[in-house]
């Protein structure tokens, strides 16, 4: 089996995050969108905005989304299915969500950007994923950025594992993940 070049040069565009934080998503401040005319937000869920298995908002993370939304539109679009954990988490934070999201599907990544009245290209994919969330975003034509997960002492073990297979993985393929913030 041959692999072609242009397949892996497509590959390799659709996994590279335009933005690697190096930190996690408290740290994506009001200069870094003007910085790159980020006019509305995605946000993944589950160890982007809390560990999985958390139903509730820190309260560094509550202060981070009100001080955000003032900037711009965020919505949530996580693959979680639960209406309980998820609703509950977008309640508490007062935000539009998508579950069930598939991604990389692009479909609910493209409702939520239409909700927003925005071109994908103003609007910023962040998670802590490369397979699903980078993946899906890049696909839309959003702006993507990969933070470092948030996760609770239960599941870094397994975390870490999937990560480290998804990144080796990403960096064969010619993927940077370095910080560039």
Not at 113 to 119: I, K
Not at 126 to 138: C, H, Y
Request: glycine share 4%; charged share 20%; proline share 6%.
């Amino acid at each position: 089996m041959t692999i072609h070049y242009p397949l892996l040069l497509l590959l390799f565009a659709l996994l590279q995050p335009d933005l690697v934080l190096g930190s996690s998503v408290l740290d994506l401040t009001p200069e870094i969108l003007a910085r790159y005319q980020i006019e509305g937000l995605v946000l993944d869920v589950d160890d982007t905005i809390v560990p999985i298995g958390v139903g509730f908002a820190e309260p560094e993370l509550i202060l981070w989304i009100e001080q955000t939304r003032k900037i711009v539109p965020l919505w949530l679009v996580t693959n979680n299915p639960s209406q309980l954990r998820i609703g509950a988490i977008a309640d508490s934070l007062s935000l539009p969500y998508f579950l069930s999201a598939a991604k990389p599907s692009r479909k609910k990544l493209r409702q939520a950007v239409e909700a927003m009245s925005m071109e994908p290209a103003r609007v910023a994919m962040v998670g802590d994923r490369v397979f699903t969330d980078v993946l899906a975003g890049n696909r839309l034509g959003m702006f993507t950025i990969l933070i470092e997960p948030i996760v609770s002492a239960d599941t870094t073990l397994s975390f870490s594992l999937l990560r480290r297979i998804e990144f080796a993985i990403a960096r064969l393929l010619g993927v940077s993940l370095f910080k560039t913030k």
